[in-house]
């Protein structure tokens, strides 16, 4: 049953990311992958909070609320963007200094993980990530 659930929670994902271009998808993952570096900035906890994955927010928030943890983590200042990737429900945006993973919810981009550099073949490493 849960399953079930959780399957036609995907596809009405994938539906309503259907509804719109791929470029559309890569400017909108963009975009929330820079609100997210320049809310750090800014030292707007709530702002960069409100576009965590709920898992990244537990991660974040295990010793802290999320909005003073997040000011706390290793996240360089926000880049320019150089490449925006979208593979179905998942999207990776590469800036100057940065990687952004981000998964499609319901209400839109979230960001999976941040703070990614890449490590060979090995996985990206990064400073902010959902469990």
Known sequence: MIRLRLLGG???VLVAA???SVGDRQEAAADVAVRLLTAVEADDGEAACAVLAPDTVKSVAEDEPCPQAILDQDLPRPGKVVET???GQ???VKLDDDTVFLGAFPGGW???AAGCTPQGS???Q???EGD
Do not use: E, K
Request: glycine share 4%; proline share 5%; with cysteine.
């Open 18 to 20: 259907g509804c719109s």
């Open 10 to 12: 995907v596809a009405l």
């Open 122 to 124: 090995r996985p990206y």
């Open 110 to 112: 979230r960001v999976v």
């Open 126 to 128: 990064c400073a902010v």
């Open 90 to 92: 998942w999207a990776q």
């Open 85 to 87: 990737s979208v593979y």
